[in-house]
């Protein structure tokens, strides 16, 4: 290893620091040797203490608008450098954490870039209790999926701040098959005011042939003001093939509730083989309201995405490492001026994804 203790500690990059005498070198160098070891006695003595893995992902893609390239959003880009650490801390305590290198810090704030991190005490066989930084339980596939495993998403999920501070309660019924999950959370829109919350039921169901994910959701988005969703989400799989079909509907005072203001995104995805999947998928977010409510799909946005893709797994019997390429047009009106979909676009995306666990 040249040099490199077991935890990856260069030793002698460490002996070399300017200014140090030998002694106290040699005796920073024990303590880290010694913590190297009781960290290894953790690990040998309960190895569900830490689990550690590391995901990374980069892209190439070309983007254009009615024929004219996006120049800042082309070329070669580094989607996400992630690292998750997960593990049980004694009988009912478990814990996880997600923390996004590549995302940046606003307001000095390291918990920005932080996706999740929490503690679950599962009191009994029905009940497990969680707080600190969670993803907010709004229901729907797309939502629901890790980020680096999507290629294009709707403009609703593009906008949605999806990770924060709060507490939740979750009971387990019918064997296991169903839960339904209760949370109270800082709201995904407190950028707009201090002391705001969201409020959320959620059904998480799994039926043979067919899972659910549906919520109803009360967020602020202004002190005292709220924007109501209800969000359906849903799962089919039979053999090699999966259809994804969220339906969601939004709605504040004042305006009319159903398919005024909403959004379906839907992915068929089929295994040609066990190394080899394709896709296709289609996204439609619409806003034909004059509320400012929903600050995710503005006022006056009707906006369609199609496209579909291939993913290759070039590693027999193996899915850390993954091949991918894909495509997408869309047409319609989008409202945002600065939104991530916009009328006559037209992106194509190659890349890959490795996923190592380190620990």
Not at 149 to 172: K, R
Not at 299 to 322: A, C, D, F, L, M
Request: charged letters at 20%.
């Amino acid at each position: 290893m040249g040099g490199l203790n077991p935890f990856g500690f260069n030793l002698k990059m460490f002996n070399n620091l300017g200014g140090i005498s030998p002694a106290l070198t040699m005796k920073k160098t024990i303590i880290l040797l010694l913590a190297t070891g009781l960290c290894h006695a953790a690990v040998a003595q309960n190895d569900k203490l830490i689990n550690l893995k590391g995901e990374v992902r980069v892209d190439y893609q070309r983007d254009y608008i009615d024929g004219d390239a996006l120049k800042p959003d082309c070329g070669f880009k580094g989607k996400y450098v992630n690292f998750q650490l997960d593990g049980t801390i004694a009988k009912g305590f478990t814990y996880s954490y997600r923390q996004r290198l590549n995302k940046a810090h606003a307001d000095q704030s390291f918990f920005d870039a932080t996706d999740w991190a929490y503690l679950n005490y599962q009191a009994d066989e029905h009940w497990t209790l969680s707080g600190g930084k969670q993803v907010v339980a709004i229901g729907g596939y797309e939502y629901d999926r890790a980020p680096i495993d999507l290629y294009y998403c709707s403009e609703f999920w593009n906008n949605i701040p999806c990770y924060e501070l709060g507490v939740s309660a979750t009971y387990a019924f019918n064997g296991g098959k169903d839960r339904v999950m209760g949370q109270v959370c800082e709201s995904p829109f407190r950028q707009q005011g201090e002391d705001m919350y969201g409020y959320s039921m959620m059904w998480m169901g799994s039926h043979g042939l067919l899972n659910t994910l549906y919520s109803a959701n009360a967020f602020e988005y202004a002190p005292g003001k709220f924007i109501y969703y209800l969000a359906l989400g849903h799962e089919l799989t039979w053999g090699g093939t999966r259809l994804q079909l969220d339906l969601m509907n939004r709605a504040s005072k004042g305006q009319t509730f159903f398919l005024k203001d909403c959004s379906v995104m839907a992915e068929l995805r089929h295994g040609v083989s066990k190394q080899c999947d394709v896709t296709l998928k289609m996204t439609y977010d619409v806003n034909k309201t004059n509320s400012v409510a929903d600050q995710c799909v503005l006022p006056h946005t009707e906006i369609t995405r199609v496209g579909g893709g291939v993913e290759y797994y070039p590693i027999k019997n193996s899915r850390e490492v993954r091949l991918h390429a894909n495509a997408y047009y869309s047409w319609g009106k989008n409202g945002n001026a600065n939104g991530t979909t916009q009328p006559k676009q037209t992106m194509v995306n190659l890349g890959a994804t490795w996923k190592v666990k380190i620990i």
